[in-house]
């Protein structure tokens, strides 16, 4: 085989590798684990991050059930609701919320969270009950109003020891993997028994919603 064949073949393989290990999935996994890494140090250097914040901020959400339903029904609904509302409402309450843990670490006063966070379970459940199907932007409205007293009761309880970019990070993936939740559940609605499984289940959000709020939880 003459020697220019050889070379050719051989640039042609280097080519496809390099192509083969330049996809875009692959790239931005190593840029992830770099930032982890590069991240890391400074993390143990400074005592905050993952168990300063990060893992608090994740598990505030988990272990309040007040916060679980709510941030379940969010999800529910906008499957309920579909297309855009399925995506629209789980990207609305975690950014208002966000907003309302700022007004919260700042010591900024809004009335009535506890009512507000609890009547956010029986409205929202109310709506998944009786399968209500509200424009896209007065349900966008509806579900950021509520947001606002969830984010605000994440951000009085910061710990004091808590990074507190750290802890919000945590508190806003631990609200998309409910809303998550929610979605998943509302896809339920395209089997013969789904509705009624999906009407159940928003029964049960404005009951626990309902508990919290006359103080019986």
């Given at each position: ?8 073949r051989?640039?042609n ?6 192509a ?7 790239t931005?996994?190593?840029?992830l ?12 250097h400074?005592g ?18 007040d ?11 906008g499957a ?10 789980p990207i609305t ?6 907003l309302?843990a ?28 009786f ?5 896209v932007?007065?349900?966008?409205v ?13 951000g009085?309880?910061?710990p004091?020891?808590?990074?507190p970019?750290?802890?919000a ?14 979605i ?6 395209g089997?013969?028994?789904?509705k009624?499984?999906?009407r ?16 019986f939880?």
């Amino acid at each position: 085989m003459p020697i220019t064949n050889q070379i050719t073949r051989q640039d042609n393989r280097t080519s496809g590798f390099a192509a083969r290990n330049t996809h875009p999935a692959r790239t931005a996994f190593v840029a992830l684990a770099a930032a982890l890494l590069t991240a890391s140090p400074a993390l143990a250097h400074t005592g905050e991050g993952m168990t300063g914040g990060f893992l608090s901020g994740l598990m505030h959400p988990i272990f309040g059930w007040d916060h679980v339903v709510a941030m379940v029904a969010v999800g529910l609904w906008g499957a309920v609701l579909g297309s855009p509302a399925i995506w629209i409402l789980p990207i609305t309450f975690p950014l208002i919320m966000a907003l309302g843990a700022a007004l919260g670490i700042a010591g900024i006063t809004v009335p009535f969270i506890e009512v507000g966070i609890a009547l956010s379970g029986v409205v929202l459940g109310l709506l998944v009950l009786f399968l209500v199907r509200a424009p896209v932007a007065v349900a966008g409205v509806i579900v950021a109003f509520f947001a606002i007293f969830h984010g605000y009761a994440h951000g009085t309880e910061l710990p004091a020891a808590a990074n507190p970019y750290a802890y919000a990070v945590g508190f806003v993936i631990a609200t998309g993997l409910l809303h998550a939740v929610g979605i998943a559940f509302g896809a339920l609605n395209g089997q013969p028994w789904g509705k009624m499984a999906i009407r159940a289940g928003g029964a049960v959000i404005a009951l626990v919603g309902g508990a919290f709020l006359t103080g019986f939880a």
